[in-house]
């Protein structure tokens, strides 16, 4: 039976290999960005913002357009009436507009867009690192169960020469029958083990193949991305929160909001517009012969019923607001690299101590094994440190994984990783 475990991981793990060329993590990622319909999306969202710039520096210039009309109404009887409305009424004209004076909030306007493409650049900077952290994961995980698989083909191995030499003892007399059929239970249970195993290296796989884009049975190489890290102290890595992509994308957020109350303070300035008309035809009479004119305007508020300064106060608790989600996001990204630094530091001495009880545990059970060879232990004392040199190989390479994992949580929180420079338009 155990044979028959060994030969399915292999087959396992044979077809994977043959059926992709190997990707490295850092290919995967990049799969993933070309792929991945949310950095598309987020992609054009900033597209969308840097239009609006443009939109209201747009209305700063000059703005002109082509009209005409044709008006047909009752002859007047009045004969003087008749020179300044006419029966038929023909004007072409070119119209010029230009905006001169807006309480400056035209200015405002411009950097409060600026600031929210800004704002939605970063934005999109953390949805690129979160996709690597998933990109990661999803990487690890396939690594730790294939690992796991190869951990559980070589203790196969071990259960199968372990209940061919226990069926010998018995044949012979010297061991019980309970003795092999312990083992042969052990043995099932890891036959078990080791379907469950397959099953979610095979989920994992399709999981993979969704983020990156690439093939389900892709290779994948071990990036041992905590081998000799040397890890900082803590406040190295809290020094570096204020260049997280949120904390900048809270930032601008904040001076956006600050633009905006400027914006809403500039509707109580007068607004000053100049129009000019260039007439390619007027109607017959008086004003035939006046082809252009100028006219500059004037505009004060003074009463609006309130609703300006009511804009005034909303714009002032908007910037309350994006102060406030600023100080949150400082104060998680503080605790997330908290967290996660304390959590990589307990992996590392983990994996440590796991490599100690690994190699004991081994050597307990060879020693076991030549004991009850010579009759100075018993079964079940084998069997229990089987177990165990099984267990600690397993958690072993699952802590070295997690570890890697750990290391990639507390990079991203603490700003280490940059997020790859996207191509602008």
């Given at each position: 039976?155990?044979?028959l475990?060994?030969?399915?991981?292999?087959?396992?793990?044979?077809?994977?290999?043959?059926?992709?060329i190997?990707?490295?993590l850092?290919?995967?990622?990049q799969?993933?960005?070309?792929?991945?319909?949310?950095v598309?999306?987020?992609?054009?969202?900033?597209?969308?913002?840097?239009?609006?710039?443009?939109?209201?520096?747009?209305?700063m210039?000059?703005?002109?357009s082509?009209?005409?009309?044709?008006?047909?109404?009752?002859?007047?009887?009045?004969?003087?009436?008749?020179?300044?409305f006419?029966?038929?009424?023909?004007?072409?004209?070119?119209t010029?507009n230009?905006?001169?004076?807006r309480?400056?909030?035209?200015?405002?306007?411009i950097?409060q867009?600026?600031?929210?493409?800004?704002?939605?650049?970063e934005?999109?900077?953390q949805?690129?690192?979160?996709?690597?952290?998933?990109?990661?994961g999803?990487?690890?995980?396939?690594?730790?169960?294939e690992?796991?698989?190869?951990?559980?083909?070589?203790?196969?191995?071990?259960?199968?020469?372990?209940?061919?030499?226990?069926?010998?003892?018995v044949?012979?007399?010297e061991?019980?029958s309970?003795?092999?059929?312990?083992?042969?239970?052990?043995q099932?249970?890891?036959?078990?083990?080791?379907?469950?195993?397959?099953?979610?290296?095979?989920?994992?796989?399709?999981?993979?193949?969704?983020?990156?884009?690439?093939s389900?049975?892709?290779?994948?190489?071990?990036?041992?991305?905590?081998?000799?890290?040397?890890?900082?102290?803590?406040?190295?890595?809290?020094?570096?929160?204020?260049?997280?992509?949120?904390?900048?994308?809270?930032?601008?957020?904040?001076?956006a909001?600050?633009?905006?109350?400027?914006?809403?303070?500039?509707?109580?300035w007068p607004?000053?517009?100049?129009?000019?008309?260039?007439?390619?035809?007027?109607?017959?009479?008086?004003?035939?012969?006046?082809?252009?004119?100028v006219?500059?305007?004037?505009?004060?508020?003074?009463?609006?019923?309130?609703?300006?300064?009511?804009?005034?106060?909303?714009?002032?608790?908007?910037?309350?607001?994006?102060?406030?989600?600023?100080a949150?996001?400082?104060?998680?990204?503080?605790?997330?690299?908290?967290?996660?630094?304390?959590?990589?530091?307990?992996?590392?001495?983990?994996?440590?101590?796991?490599?100690?009880?690994g190699?004991?545990s081994?050597?307990?059970?060879?020693?076991?094994q030549?004991?009850?060879?010579?009759g100075l232990?018993?079964?079940?004392?084998?069997?229990?440190?089987?177990?165990?040199?099984?267990?600690?190989?397993?958690?072993?390479?699952?802590?070295?994984?997690?570890?890697?994992?750990?290391?990639v949580?507390l990079?991203?929180?603490?700003?280490?990783?940059?997020?790859?420079?996207?191509?602008?338009?």
């Amino acid at each position: 039976m155990a044979q028959l475990i060994s030969i399915s991981i292999l087959c396992v793990l044979t077809m994977i290999s043959k059926s992709a060329i190997a990707a490295t993590l850092q290919e995967a990622y990049q799969s993933a960005l070309q792929k991945n319909e949310l950095v598309g999306t987020q992609n054009e969202q900033v597209r969308q913002i840097r239009e609006r710039v443009k939109q209201v520096r747009g209305g700063m210039y000059p703005q002109i357009s082509a009209n005409a009309t044709y008006l047909m109404q009752p002859q007047p009887s009045d004969p003087v009436a008749r020179d300044f409305f006419p029966e038929r009424q023909t004007t072409i004209a070119l119209t010029a507009n230009q905006v001169l004076f807006r309480g400056l909030r035209e200015f405002a306007g411009i950097r409060q867009q600026k600031d929210l493409v800004s704002a939605q650049e970063e934005i999109r900077n953390q949805m690129v690192i979160s996709l690597y952290q998933d990109v990661t994961g999803s990487y690890l995980n396939i690594l730790t169960l294939e690992q796991d698989l190869k951990n559980i083909s070589a203790q196969a191995k071990i259960y199968d020469e372990r209940v061919s030499e226990l069926s010998g003892r018995v044949r012979r007399g010297e061991s019980s029958s309970s003795d092999m059929l312990t083992a042969q239970s052990s043995q099932a249970a890891l036959r078990a083990e080791a379907q469950v195993v397959e099953g979610n290296l095979k989920m994992s796989r399709e999981a993979f193949a969704f983020i990156t884009g690439l093939s389900a049975g892709e290779v994948l190489t071990d990036p041992d991305l905590a081998k000799s890290q040397k890890v900082g102290s803590l406040s190295s890595y809290l020094s570096k929160i204020e260049n997280r992509y949120d904390i900048k994308a809270a930032r601008e957020q904040l001076s956006a909001m600050e633009e905006e109350v400027s914006i809403a303070k500039g509707a109580h300035w007068p607004s000053l517009d100049l129009t000019g008309n260039y007439y390619f035809r007027r109607p017959e009479g008086f004003s035939e012969d006046l082809n252009w004119d100028v006219q500059l305007r004037l505009s004060l508020p003074l009463f609006e019923g309130g609703s300006t300064q009511s804009k005034v106060r909303e714009a002032a608790s908007k910037r309350i607001e994006a102060d406030l989600t600023l100080a949150r996001a400082r104060r998680m990204a503080e605790q997330e690299v908290r967290t996660y630094y304390e959590n990589f530091q307990a992996r590392l001495k983990q994996v440590e101590a796991l490599e100690k009880a690994g190699s004991l545990s081994e050597k307990n059970y060879q020693v076991l094994q030549k004991d009850y060879r010579r009759g100075l232990a018993r079964n079940i004392d084998v069997q229990v440190a089987l177990t165990d040199y099984r267990m600690s190989a397993r958690a072993l390479d699952q802590a070295r994984f997690a570890a890697q994992m750990d290391l990639v949580r507390l990079q991203v929180a603490a700003a280490e990783i940059e997020a790859p420079k996207m191509k602008e338009d």
